[in-house]
T-cell receptor, first 116, second 113 residues
Framework: AQSVAQPEDQVNVAEGNPLTVKCTYSVSGNPYLFWYVQYPNRGLQFLLKYITGDNLVKGSYGFEAEFNKSQTSFHLKKPSALVSDSALYFCAVRDPDSGGYQKVTFGTGTKLQVIP | DVKVTQSSRYLVKRTGEKVFLECVQDMDHENMFWYRQDPGLGLRLIYFSYDVKMKEKGDIPEGYSVSREKKERFSLILESASTNQTSMYLC????????????FGSGTRLTVV
């Protein structure tokens, strides 16, 4: 069975500092990995995905994520945090080798607070 | 701009009522999903559909049913609402295939009293 873990419920970072939101996963095959962001009282918005190829993936709003197969991680990063980045971030995984309908499993979310 | 539209942002219903949550997408996506979101539990899949009139149970289908009579519309039905169904409900859609992200609606916050 596939799973995804976001070990931090909340991450605090000062505006202008680099930020990292952590995600680890478990799948039987090669994973498809996704990051989504949720602003208050809104649905989730797709940020970026890793399917294959370069381990460093760039996405919307200056975010990027690094796929590390040996550590089974897919951490979300941004070089310089903005107050407007404050939101809830979800990591998600899909196992394309699982057969049938390949369900997406979401993490429990990490609240990012950027402090002015 | 592509959209997934959920008919209500906030809904208050009484215990035992039959509740309909509507979701419409304008992207001609094959797949549609209903999730509920609860603090500390993340998103849990209730039902999904990969084609018109097709439906599959997700992780927590008990107490829910769905209907997909047209490709663009996917309805979630709470047969007899209970207080433990108070939650944020999110609809999403995606094209067929495994490499696509989901497009989500803005959510419906349902309170059952």
């Amino acid at each position: 069975a596939q799973s995804v873990a976001q070990p931090e419920d909340q991450v605090n970072v000062a505006e202008g500092n680099p930020l990292t939101v952590k995600c680890t996963y478990s799948v039987s095959g090669n994973p498809y990995l996704f990051w989504y962001v949720q602003y208050p009282n809104r649905g989730l918005q797709f940020l970026l995905k890793y399917i294959t190829g370069d381990n460093l993936v760039k996405g919307s709003y200056g975010f990027e994520a690094e796929f590390n197969k040996s550590q089974t991680s897919f951490h979300l990063k941004k070089p310089s945090a903005l107050v407007s980045d404050s939101a809830l971030y979800f990591c998600a995984v899909r196992d394309p080798d699982s057969g049938g309908y390949q369900k997406v499993t979401f993490g429990t979310g990490t609240k990012l607070q950027v402090i002015p | 701009d592509v959209k997934v539209t959920q008919s209500s942002r906030y809904l208050v219903k009484r215990t035992g009522e039959k509740v309909f949550l509507e979701c419409v997408q304008d992207m001609d996506h094959e797949n549609m999903f209903w999730y509920r979101q609860d603090p500390g539990l993340g998103l849990r899949l209730i039902y999904f559909s990969y084609d018109v009139k097709m439906k599959e149970k997700g992780d927590i289908p008990e107490g829910y049913s769905v209907s997909r009579e047209k490709k663009e519309r996917f309805s979630l039905i709470l047969e007899s609402a209970s207080t433990n169904q108070t939650s944020m409900y999110l609809c999403a859609s995606s094209p067929a295939g495994v490499g696509y992200g989901y497009t989500f609606g803005s959510g419906t916050r349902l309170t059952v009293v």
